[in-house]
């Protein structure tokens, strides 16, 4: 085995066993789970809303300049075609759900779906990394040690 070869083989064995730190940001998260929850197709622009607040804003919405800094009417103003989904809320009676019109004085968020998605997402992630923190919704970290055949793995995502 010649010196280049040898080299190679010393990298490849190396990077097989190194620590890997990753941080997963799912982008678009609440976008993405409105979408399977309504059957949205990606390429219809769809903004989440937390009150009159975007929280969340998906490609489709981005490509018309939609942005998570514009206001419900900002980015209706932009994009005309865009699907407006409120995050669930609490009625003051304590009932959950999509409800029209939610109030913020009234009505406190809801945001269950999110976190069951969430953890089915980390459940995911669990199956190849030897240790992982959620930091968010939609965030987390990954600290391991991951094979060439866990990272191919990937590839079924």
């Known amino acids: 085995m010649d010196d280049h070869s040898e080299a190679e083989q010393r990298i490849r064995e190396h990077l097989l066993s190194s620590r890997v730190i990753a941080h997963i940001d799912m982008d678009c998260f609440f976008c993405q789970v409105e979408q399977l929850r309504l059957g949205v197709p990606a390429d219809q622009p769809l903004a989440v809303l937390q009150w009159n607040g975007l929280i969340a804003v998906n490609y489709a919405a981005r490509a018309k300049g939609v942005s998570r800094h514009d206001t419900a009417a900002e980015a209706r103003a932009k994009c005309p075609e865009i699907r407006l989904?409120?995050?669930?809320?609490?009625?003051p009676g304590g009932q959950a759900?999509?409800?029209e019109n939610p109030a913020p004085n009234a009505q406190k968020a809801e945001l269950n779906g999110y976190r069951q998605a969430s953890k089915q997402i980390m459940s995911v992630i669990e199956q190849f990394c030897d240790h992982t923190e959620k930091a968010?919704?939609?965030?987390?970290r990954d600290d391991s040690v991951m094979t060439a055949s866990s990272l191919s793995a990937w590839h079924r995502y």
Do not use: D, E
């Open 97 to 99: 759900g999509y409800h």
């Open 85 to 91: 989904v409120h995050v669930a809320t609490y009625t």
């Open 136 to 140: 968010s919704i939609g965030k987390g």
